[in-house]
């Protein structure tokens, strides 16, 4: 299965954004997915994951701020950002992890003070 996120882009702090994350193949059997972040200089890091179906799970930097979803009709995820801050500033990554390893390509946000 191949993934191809989408919606990044520049947003000044305080805005939102939503990234979408379309699949080739289904994905309503996966197990694990979530969306992962890498700013200049960092590690990749986990923003959000879905276990299971319905177990979601936030970074600690992100919570109140960022939902994740999945419509398994479209076989899409979502990440919706709101409240933006300038360190959120990263290319975002959206990937399947279990039962298979699948990543996209990123997408670029950029936050503006």
């Known amino acids: 299965v191949q993934l191809q996120a989408s919606g990044g882009g520049l947003v000044q702090a305080g805005g939102s954004l939503r990234l979408s994350c379309a699949a080739s193949?289904?994905?309503?059997?996966?197990?694990?997915l979530g969306w992962y972040r890498q700013a200049p200089g960092k590690q990749r890091e986990p923003v959000a994951n879905i276990i299971d179906g319905d177990s979601t799970y936030y970074a600690d930097s992100v919570k109140g701020r960022f939902t994740m979803s999945t419509d398994n009709a479209k076989d899409t995820m979502y990440l919706q950002m709101n409240s933006l801050k300038p360190e959120d500033t990263a290319v975002y990554y959206c990937a399947i992890i279990s039962p298979f390893v699948s990543w996209g390509q990123g997408t670029l946000v950029t936050v503006s003070s």
């Open positions: 193949g289904s994905i309503r059997s996966v197990e694990a």
